[in-house]
């Protein structure tokens, strides 16, 4: 059974950046689709970005495109979410996730992940 630990978040200004990390212990997720999602105190759990397996197909929200990267690392079993020019309404709380076997159209779907970490607080100021 795969666990994921998020680390990196943090009390930023409007224009900063942050680096999420995801580090996964217990299997190698090397064959697992890894996603980001956040949510916001009285919002709904939403769909950030996600990394396929093999790191060759991305996803992102409209709202994060051209501003936030997932990547991962192998070697390292972690995945990561660098998240540049953040705004305020980045504010919240982020999530990491994996799942097994997902289908392209399935990865920006909380419902189709089985693990997730405990989350990292993330929040912008203006």
């Known amino acids: 059974q795969v666990q994921l630990v998020e680390s990196g978040g943090g009390l930023v200004q409007a224009g900063d950046s942050l680096r999420l990390s995801c580090a996964a212990s217990g299997r190698a997720i090397s064959s697992m689709s890894m996603g980001w999602f956040r949510q916001a105190p009285g919002n709904e759990r939403e769909f950030v970005a996600a990394i396929s397996g093999s790191g060759s197909a991305t996803y992102y929200q409209d709202s994060v495109k051209g501003r936030f990267t997932i990547s991962r690392d192998a070697a390292k079993n972690t995945a990561y979410l660098q998240m540049n020019s953040l705004k305020p309404e980045d504010t919240a709380n982020y999530y990491c996730?994996?799942?097994?076997?997902?289908?392209?159209?399935?990865?920006?779907?909380?419902?189709?992940?089985?693990?997730w970490g405990q989350g990292t607080q993330v929040t912008v100021s203006s």
């Open positions: 996730a994996a799942g097994l076997g997902l289908r392209a159209a399935e990865r920006n779907d909380r419902r189709y992940y089985d693990v």
